[in-house]
């Protein structure tokens, strides 16, 4: 802070920002942790929200229904795999921003995904995600972009890494072309033990920042009905993930193979093994549906005949949130006493300079088989498998049409679980109080220090 002391002094003299009514502050990444635009620490606790395959964000009525019970149920953050970005986005994302909730979008669609087996990155699926950060950047409770879920499913997939880390660093330079914030541009990766942690620090270990994620996040069910840190497995997460460099948290959790489900990894994730590496969780998911994996059933809206209702797959996904009993209380208590407070960034920066760029993992015939020094694959390259070399990569020509419409990968963890799905979740009172305050104290010195340190001095 003290550095800092002028420009703060500066900044009282020159006044506050003016701030719109229902503004949220931003969220940026800084060193291995995210923070609130006045240095406070953000920790996720989140929510998976897809109530429908296309696009969960554009009925707004809907959207504040669900936002009500999120609130109740203490949700900051929701994740949401796919959206539309030709929709119109304002009503939910100003109903989410004004209960402090914040979102992380998925960039791809089902069929402009990064494939594991033959992947490539071409201008057709950058063309996408390039769509969808022009939609969601105009939303300051945007907090993150994935450029891929779970690309790689298989302790055979790892030859997708490359192109994942291509598309985070040719969105990141778009984004930074554009002069849009710098949103942080992450992974949601599929919980693989023969690859961990390699893909983890494959992704975060060049020493250009612009060749690494500015963040990592997990899709880890490991944690079922009682367990422990100790047996679960989340020890060995912490161990891998102990120093790492760029945030990391759970994109989903919530193992449901023990009924009801208690949550209790959550006292862990954010108690004091792990808050000081892991930036919270998501907990999969809103809706309930044919993986049972819901928090909410939808029941009827007054005057809306059944019929008119939106059933898909046997499941109705609208109306009255209904939480699921115990599961929904269950969350809710676990996460009413869980808060931590973390780092403040003006005692965090003091100590970014040590953070360094994981090492890269050196590559082993049979599991991880990417040669980290290999350069990215550029927009068009392909990948070709060929006997002698596992990481030959293709210069342009044929094929560059995928052309292919698989859906999305599913998961090592649970069986059958989201071909769609999704998060969200706002609360109108005493979260957007909180939100308030903070604002409040909001400063041009925190703008600016925050501005320059975001993505690492
Ligand atoms: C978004 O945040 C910026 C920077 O804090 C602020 O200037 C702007 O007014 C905010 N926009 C909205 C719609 O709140």
Known sequence: MRPFTTLSVVAWLGGFHVLPVNAIQTISAVGSKFFYEDGTQYFLKGIAYQLTPQDPLIDTAQCKRDISRMAELGTNAIRVYHVDPKANHDGCMEALAAAGIYLFVDLDTFDTSIRQVNPQWTHSQFDRYKAVLDEFQKYNNTAGVFVGNEVINTREGSVAAPYVLAAAHDIKSYRNEKNYRNIPVGYSAADIAELRPMLQNYLACRPDSADRLDFF?????????????????????????????????????GCNVARPRTFEDQAAIFGPEMSNTWSGSMVYEWIQEANDYGLINYGPLPGVPAAKMLVQDGFTRQGEPIPVAPDFHNLKAQWATLRPTGVALSDYIKSTSTVKPASCPASTPGGWVVDPNRPLPTLVQKYHRAASDATAISGPGSGSHPGYHSARVTSVAPPNYHTYSAVNGVSVSSSGMKDFDRLAGASLFLCMSIGALALWL
Do not use: H, R, V
């Open 217 to 253: 996040s997990l899709n880890a069910y490991e944690w079922c009905g009682p367990s422990s840190y100790e047996t679960s497995g989340y020890k060995k997460l912490q161990t891998d993930a102990s120093n790492y460099p760029i945030p990391i948290f759970f994109s989903e959790t």
